[in-house]
């Protein structure tokens, strides 16, 4: 082990540190985490819980990374959270364990939560995900990758967010939100597909092409749910991943989607 460790800082017995960890004044590191290499907490930063963070996170003052869940259905044991390579948790951060023994919060690679950002026990976040200040996602949350979530959003528990998505600022997503697309509102709609935010990733006209006809369908053509799967199953683009993508995620939904403007 090396790196630079503040001589106010606590690490617990048990705690496992990689190579060049840095760790700040007043943090705390619990006896069950693991911190990978060159990952740095900075001064009063909190790590605890059943806890594994990858390699060169940087985590903010003032954050509690793995805590123990809110849910008050929890009734014991060890679960825990895994976080992956290159997270930024800014300040007053939080992200909590899962609530039965065992069982994980999970988040995957490259993802940056803002100040006062909230992950709750159970999420699944994948990769790259852009988490605005005050946004929260509740418990049991699924995140697909590329998404980017606005100032202030709340994500209702149980909901999906599929890859690519934007949530405008103050959003309030109560069902889940189909991929490559853009809602808003309270409760939050679709309002058209992220276009810009496609052309940018570098979306072919084609992969764009197969997004706006599976939005079309199911959204604009005022067929019921059946009817829609019906005629996007028939659809010439039916095969192509970006359509394929957005049908599976829509028909495997259990909350339901959010609605069209």
Not at 20 to 28: D, L, P, Q
Not at 195 to 203: A, I, N, Q, S, Y
């Amino acid at each position: 082990m090396a790196g630079t460790i503040h001589p106010t800082a606590i690490i617990e017995p048990g705690a496992q540190l990689g190579e060049n960890v840095t760790i700040g004044a007043y943090s705390y590191v619990g006896p069950q985490v693991v911190l990978g290499d060159g990952t740095i907490l900075q001064h009063h930063a909190n790590v605890e819980g059943r806890t594994t963070i990858g390699k060169d996170c940087e985590i903010f003052p003032f954050t509690c990374i793995g805590t123990k869940t809110h849910d008050l259905k929890y009734i014991g044991g060890e679960p825990g959270l895994i976080v992956g390579d290159r997270n930024v948790f800014r300040e007053y951060v939080s992200v909590h364990c899962a609530t039965k023994a065992d069982e994980y919060t999970r988040l995957g690679n490259d993802n940056v939560i803002l100040a006062y950002g909230h992950i709750a026990h159970d999420c699944i976040v994948g990769n790259h995900m852009v988490m605005s200040a005050q946004a929260a996602l509740a418990g049991h949350v699924i995140v697909e990758d590329h998404v980017n979530i606005g100032w202030g959003v709340g994500v209702h528990q149980f909901c999906r967010i599929g890859a690519h998505v934007m949530l405008g600022a103050m959003s309030k997503a109560v069902q889940d939100v189909p991929p490559f697309i853009i809602a808003d509102g309270n409760p939050a709609i679709a309002r058209s597909i992220n276009k810009v935010g496609l052309e940018r990733f570098g979306f072919t006209i084609e992969q764009l092409d197969a997004v706006k006809q599976a939005f079309r369908v199911f959204y604009r053509t005022g067929l019921n749910r059946t009817q829609a799967f019906e005629r996007m199953h028939a659809h010439a683009l039916a095969n192509t991943a970006e359509f394929t993508h957005f049908l599976n995620f829509v028909e495997r939904s259990e909350r339901g989607v959010v609605a069209g403007k």
